[in-house]
Nanobody
Framework: QLQLVESGGGLVQAGGSLRLSCKVSGFRLDSYVIGWFRQHPGQEREGVSCISSSGGRTIYADSVKGRFTNSRDNAKNTAYLQMNTLRPEDTAVYYC????????????????????WGQGTQVTVSS
């Protein structure tokens, strides 16, 4: 059974840090792009970052560039989103998702194609 489970969310003050983890099971992580998405209350889900299957390429939304770092450990079947200098506007439910790929060096933040999704983890940043 293919499964993604996020963890690491919580409540943090503005300027603080959190690290989200995305543990996958039921498939080999090294054949998948991992995307991170978030959904603010009352808004549509948006792309935050993606990382290629090899880990060699990452893309970030402008709103998080320079503050968030996307990484992965294929041997542990786990991806991570390190979030620093958090702002109240980062408050959202964060999701990881997996996109099957034959290319080790590409990724994208379009929801189309991401076949597998985690349940989401809440991140709340207080001012």
């Amino acid at each position: 059974q293919l499964q993604l489970v996020e963890s690491g969310g919580g409540l943090v003050q503005a300027g603080g840090s959190l690290r989200l983890s995305c543990k996958v099971s039921g498939f080999r992580l090294d054949s998948y792009v991992i995307g991170w998405f978030r959904q603010h209350p009352g808004q549509e889900r948006e792309g935050v970052s993606c990382i290629s299957s090899s880990g060699g390429r990452t893309i970030y939304a402008d709103s998080v560039k320079g503050r968030f770092t996307n990484s992965r450990d294929n041997a542990k079947n786990t991806a991570y989103l390190q979030m620093n200098t958090l702002r109240p506007e980062d408050t959202a439910v964060y999701y990881c998702a997996a996109l099957p790929t034959l290319s080790p060096t590409t990724c994208n933040m379009y929801e189309t194609g991401y076949d597998y999704w985690g349940q989401g983890t809440q991140v709340t940043v207080s001012s």
